[in-house]
């Protein structure tokens, strides 16, 4: 199966793809039409070859994708509340003038903030608070190997717990037609409902299926950082030592991860590779439900719109924005 360029994410009522070059983001409103938002996006590191060297390229991508991620959360959350403005207006039976609203770039640093912020605290700092109780301090590989360990179970809890209210289930269910869209894409099928519906939900090249490859990066690299602090230093790592040293080396750790992501791309039909991302397909079996066939012909006009594909076999009427 070749390995191409295209993937995305869900967001409200609607699922965010992306290209070489466009994004595109598609939202079913309560009419039944799809509005689609297009725009061109070229990566920072395909625009400056500085950024494209290798582990350097994966940080970029990193801190992008979030951005961008958020970006498309607020776009069809917006979406979203000018429909409700709608119907409220048409139930008063007043005419519905919408507000002009421009970009605010520095809320949308903000929310990144933030984001970053909850999950370094959440995932990162917490690990590391409850690896240090049960005093394994002096052996960096053990210490690591356990706040690894606890760094899993608090993701797999946080995404079972999200996924046991119902708004989530429709976007995970967005998610899952998200994957199903783009697998039908990569065996060259006709974007049709009945061709996507045709596969899984589980797609080995989303960031879960690579958590365990993450995981185990983490914990070489940062059991390597503690060892040689404990040599120059004489004594190992304080709590807050540690995590300043690992916070450090979050860069490294992203820019690896992306590294073997490409990698895994390319050789997923590798025994090993196969191994590596077992788990993250299990994990998607929270992360993914099963969609409809309107949330699958979302999904397929998100993908056609960012890859720039004709849309004349669709029926639905979309706007664009």
Request: charged share 20%; proline share 4%; hydrophobic share 45%.
């Given at each position: 199966?070749?390995?191409?360029?295209?993937?995305?994410?869900?967001?409200?009522?609607?699922?965010?793809?992306?290209?070489?070059?466009?994004?595109?983001?598609?939202?079913?409103?309560?009419s039944g039409?799809?509005?689609?938002?297009?725009?061109?996006?070229?990566?920072?590191?395909?625009?400056h070859?500085?950024?494209?060297?290798?582990?350097?390229?994966?940080?970029?991508?990193?801190?992008?994708?979030?951005?961008?991620g958020?970006?498309?959360?607020?776009?069809?959350?917006?979406?979203?509340?000018?429909?409700?403005?709608?119907?409220?207006?048409?139930?008063?039976?007043?005419?519905?003038?919408?507000?002009?609203?421009?970009?605010?770039?520095?809320?949308?640093?903000?929310?990144?903030?933030?984001?970053?912020?909850?999950?370094?605290?959440?995932?990162?700092?917490?690990?590391?608070?409850?690896?240090?109780?049960?005093?394994?301090d002096?052996?960096?590989?053990?210490?690591?190997?356990?706040?690894?360990?606890?760094?899993?179970?608090?993701?797999?809890?946080?995404?079972?717990?999200?996924s046991?209210?119902?708004?989530?289930?429709?976007?995970?269910?967005?998610?899952?037609?998200?994957?199903?869209?783009?697998?039908?894409?990569?065996?060259?099928?006709?974007?049709?409902?009945?061709?996507?519906?045709?596969?899984?939900?589980?797609?080995?090249?989303c960031?879960?299926?690579?958590?365990?490859?993450v995981?185990?990066?983490?914990?070489?690299?940062?059991?390597?950082?503690?060892?040689?602090?404990a040599?120059?230093?004489?004594?190992?790592p304080?709590?807050?030592?540690?995590?300043?040293?690992?916070?450090?080396?979050?860069?490294?750790?992203?820019?690896?991860?992306?590294e073997?992501?490409?990698?895994?791309?390319?050789?997923?039909?590798?025994?090993?590779?196969?191994?590596?991302?077992?788990?993250?397909?299990?994990?998607?079996?929270?992360?993914?439900?099963?969609?409809?066939?309107d949330?699958?012909?979302?999904?397929?006009?998100?993908?056609?719109?960012?890859?720039g594909?004709?849309?004349?076999?669709?029926?639905?009427?979309?706007?664009?924005?």
């Amino acid at each position: 199966m070749p390995d191409l360029s295209v993937g995305g994410q869900a967001v409200i009522e609607g699922v965010m793809m992306r290209s070489k070059d466009r994004v595109a983001t598609a939202v079913r409103i309560p009419s039944g039409e799809i509005m689609v938002k297009t725009e061109d996006y070229i990566s920072l590191s395909k625009r400056h070859k500085i950024l494209n060297i290798p582990i350097l390229r994966g940080v970029v991508t990193f801190f992008e994708m979030m951005v961008l991620g958020i970006k498309t959360l607020n776009i069809s959350a917006d979406i979203a509340f000018k429909e409700m403005e709608k119907e409220e207006a048409a139930v008063k039976g007043e005419e519905y003038k919408p507000e002009e609203k421009k970009s605010n770039n520095l809320v949308l640093a903000g929310t990144v903030i933030f984001a970053l912020a909850v999950g370094i605290l959440m995932f990162f700092f917490l690990p590391l608070a409850i690896a240090s109780l049960l005093h394994v301090d002096k052996d960096a590989l053990a210490f690591n190997l356990i706040a690894g360990g606890f760094r899993v179970m608090i993701f797999i809890a946080y995404v079972w717990v999200i996924s046991q209210f119902g708004e989530f289930k429709r976007v995970f269910q967005y998610h899952g037609a998200e994957h199903k869209s783009i697998y039908a894409y990569e065996n060259g099928e006709d974007l049709t409902t009945d061709n996507v519906g045709k596969y899984t939900t589980l797609h080995p090249r989303c960031g879960t299926s690579f958590i365990l490859i993450v995981v185990l990066i983490a914990i070489l690299i940062y059991a390597i950082a503690d060892t040689i602090f404990a040599v120059v230093t004489g004594a190992p790592p304080t709590l807050l030592e540690r995590f300043g040293v690992h916070f450090s080396l979050l860069p490294l750790v992203a820019g690896g991860s992306y590294e073997l992501l490409k990698l895994s791309g390319k050789t997923r039909d590798n025994k090993l590779t196969q191994m590596l991302i077992k788990p993250g397909l299990w994990l998607q079996k929270i992360t993914t439900k099963e969609p409809s066939p309107d949330q699958m012909e979302v999904a397929i006009v998100a993908l056609e719109a960012a890859l720039g594909m004709s849309e004349t076999h669709l029926t639905v009427k979309r706007t664009c924005l």
